[in-house]
């Protein structure tokens, strides 16, 4: 590994997955060109002292991911991360699922080299296109030798956000990845990186090897809506199950009674809040209020969003954590 003088030459790992960033125009609309186009790299995209090797890992449309291709990527991940070779790694994505896979990747990897995802919400065809702008300001962060230390990042629209916390804010604008109620790490300028802060806490999944289980629902509870979804998902044998609860973590009573149902056919549910921002917290002492949804056996796991919530759960209960070391795992939440 090169020396972490500001002059070194960086060695980075482009990992590309596919994503608008690979994307041109076929006959109605973008298609996949097949790998990461080379008009990525026009211009001053690789900065002086970066030195980028390409890797494909796969050519998708990222709502075609899914946690078994994300706990392939991050197997590869953690080999180029610990084959010695590279300062930094860059992951280029779909938008769609983005956050999903860089969260995954954060709870899994042990911080060795920045790992940076990036995307871009315009493909290399459309005016204003973003990609080769994200390109380089992903590089800039994955080759600083400080990096590491945040965990995986995400740098998009000059912007850097912590996996765990960002998302896709806004369906077609350059500035759509944000991390509400928390904001940027730190900013992209010109040829800076300019670091504002560092997460305190962060999630880690215990050692091991990472298994993903599949039988793990996601219920958004919604008025008079969310109990029929519960009961089918624990009559399907799920052995997780995640539920977007209205504010601090409340549910309509049906949906409590559903709760106490699913907990006892040994599914492990976890709530989480429909809010974009705030932890949920058993305050409410009423029929579906947050004491009486932990009274009947659910864990409440604090201010995730709830796809990433889901991964979690996916990979708690793939690595066989029972219902006490999940709900250890989420009570620093
Ligand atoms: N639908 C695209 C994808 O996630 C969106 C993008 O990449 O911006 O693959």
């Given at each position: 590994m090169s020396d972490q003088t500001e002059s070194a030459v960086r060695e980075i790992a482009l990992v590309s997955t596919g994503g608008t960033i690979e994307m041109t125009t076929g006959s109605k609309g973008l298609v996949i060109a097949?790998?990461?186009?080379?008009?990525?790299?026009?211009?001053?995209?690789?900065?002086?002292n970066v030195r980028v090797t390409q890797i494909k890992f796969s050519s998708i449309?990222?709502?075609?991911?899914?946690p078994g291709i994300m706990r392939e990527l991050c197997l590869r991940l953690e080999e180029l991360a610990t084959v010695?070779?590279?300062?930094g790694i860059v992951v280029t994505h779909g938008t769609d699922t983005l956050e999903e896979s860089a969260f995954l990747a954060d709870i899994y990897l042990k911080e060795q080299i920045p790992v940076v995802f990036t995307a871009a919400m315009?493909?290399?065809?459309?005016?204003?296109?973003?990609g080769p702008r994200n390109l380089r300001g992903a590089l800039l962060v994955a080759a600083n030798?400080?990096?590491?230390?945040?965990g995986v990042t995400v740098v998009l629209n000059d912007e850097i956000h912590a996996a765990g916390r960002v998302t896709?804010?806004?369906?077609?604008?350059?500035?759509?990845f944000a991390s509400p109620g928390y904001g940027p790490l730190g900013f992209v300028d010109q040829d800076r990186i300019l670091l504002q802060r560092i997460p305190l806490w962060r999630l880690h999944l215990p050692p091991g090897e990472l298994s993903m289980n599949v039988n793990v629902g996601l219920v958004r509870i919604a008025s008079g809506f969310g109990a029929r979804e519960i009961r089918f998902s624990a009559d399907c044998e799920d052995k997780g199950l995640v539920i977007e609860a209205f504010g601090r973590g409340n549910v309509p009573v049906d949906v409590a009674l559903a709760v106490e149902y699913a907990v006892g056919k040994g599914t492990v549910v976890c709530i989480t809040s429909r809010c974009y921002v705030g932890r949920v917290l058993g305050v409410y002492d009423y029929s579906g209020g947050g004491i009486d949804l932990e009274q009947k056996g659910a864990i409440f796991a604090g201010d995730m969003q709830g796809h990433k919530l889901r991964l979690l759960l996916m990979a708690c209960v793939g690595m066989k954590m029972n219902r006490q070391e999940i709900s250890e795992l989420l009570k620093g939440l």
């Open positions: 097949g790998g990461i186009n080379h008009h990525l790299f026009d211009g001053d995209v690789i900065p002086a449309p990222s709502p075609h991911m899914t010695g070779k590279y300062d315009r493909s290399s065809v459309e005016m204003g296109v973003d030798p400080e990096v590491h230390k945040l896709k804010t806004y369906t077609s604008n350059v500035s759509s």
